[in-house]
T-cell receptor
């Protein structure tokens, strides 16, 4: 079945260091979404990428969608303690509507 | 605008008991989804309502799980009888449905705070 793989599972960084999480789908995606879940919280939508090779930026966050629309990445420049949480990528399921989530990357930032 | 709400926030029950989770989506959102996250693993899809109709229930683990959305407003997810492996955080999410030129596209999903279910 359709799978979305995400690495790494955990990432511990010193405040100010950069962070990247990678997402790979077993099938071509029409779009990919990114969510952030703070500790004890719930997933919150960050962004959706639709076009092949698309790059979008939100302040220190840079999101990329691969040319083949099967992979994506999220890069955070100069991490801050407020960046702590689990970052999920998610692609649409075969039947539409539902999201197939990656395993998530848990980011911890040491001040 | 009120967000997605879920009740209860926590539930601790014994194996074999019944639990009913409730989700109130954002007003006007036709799409309602149930997901589950078990022990820090990935968030797994359970089912999808469009208004009161079940659009996709391919993620429901077994017939111990029953979801309803009477009237197309709030939804309930009942687990009966609960088993140990049902423990986890159950998230509800809702989204608008965009219809455009004969096909539908789906946009961001708004998640509720979740119900943490512990089965002992």
């Amino acid at each position: 079945g359709q799978q979305v793989m995400q690495i790494p599972q955990y990432q511990h960084v010193q405040e100010g260091e950069d962070f990247t999480t990678y997402c790979n789908s077993s099938t071509t995606l029409s779009n990919i979404q990114w969510y952030k879940q703070r500790p004890g919280g719930h997933p919150v939508f960050l962004i959706q990428l639709v076009k092949s090779g698309e790059v979008k930026k939100q302040k220190r966050l840079t999101f990329q969608f691969g040319e083949a629309k099967k992979n994506s990445s999220l890069h955070i420049t100069a991490t801050q303690t407020t960046d702590v949480g689990t970052y999920f990528c998610a692609g649409p399921g075969n039947q539409g509507g539902k999201l197939i989530f990656g395993q998530g990357t848990e980011l911890s930032v040491k001040p | 605008e009120a967000g997605v709400t879920q009740f209860p926030s926590h539930s601790v029950i014994e194996k074999g008991q019944t639990v009913t989770l409730r989700c109130d989506p954002i007003s006007g959102h036709d799409n309602l989804y149930w997901y589950r996250r078990v022990m820090g693993k990935e968030i797994k899809f359970l089912l999808h309502f469009v208004k009161e109709s079940k659009q996709d229930e391919s993620g429901m683990p077994n017939n111990r799980f029953l979801a309803e959305r009477t009237g197309g407003t709030y939804s309930t997810l009942k687990v009966q009888p609960a088993e140990l492996e049902d423990s986890g955080v159950y998230f509800c999410a809702s989204s608008q449905r965009l219809g455009l030129a004969g096909f539908s596209s789906y946009n961001e999903q708004f998640f509720g705070p979740g119900t943490r279910l512990t089965v002992l």
